[in-house]
């Protein structure tokens, strides 16, 4: 047997073990993933009273999930794996079963591309979502719905997409958001400006 599929086993072994974990970690391997959009939600808060280049980070951020998956979808394809269930039919198994491969994980993928991108935006906030993606990978394995390489290469897939993404696009949606920042999106993009702002500008204006 190789070995990391002695590992999860064990995983699974535990499982088994711990009926009283089985609801808290089945359902956040099913829907934990939400909890991402609340962070990128979070993320966009916390860059609207920041400058350009925190902003345009943060509006990055979903933009790198959305690549991540594409990604996904492509080595998922080219791969094939199978999933752990249908190696071993014996195994404890929490959640949904499908045919979709198994490698690499998609929720692990999204949770790494988040985690990755909101280390940009905010260290807290980002070290939070990262907790929370090593969690996501975790409770998949948990669940019997990936192996542990699944989540590994998903959470490094991800990160990596996110870093890039974010590298190569922040300049130039920097620029886009400074644009947009003096248009009716400005409450999108930043704070509404107070009256001493606001009478700061148009004594700068007259002047």
Known sequence: MPPLDQVFLTINEFAVNTPWLHTPMAAYAKYGILLFAVFIVIGWWIAR??????????????????????????????????????????????VSKTTDPSFPSDHACVAGAVAAGLLFVDRRLGVVASVAAVLMGVSRVYAGAHWVLDVVAGLALGAAIAILVILILRSPIAKVVARLRGTRFRPLLAPPRTADATAEAADTVIT
């Open 49 to 94: 009273p920041q400058n350009d280049a925190a902003m345009a980070t943060a509006l990055l951020v979903p933009v790198a999930a959305l690549v991540a998956v594409a990604a996904q979808q492509v080595v998922v394809a080219l791969v094939s794996e199978a999933r752990p269930y249908e190696v071993y039919p014996y195994i404890l198994v929490l």
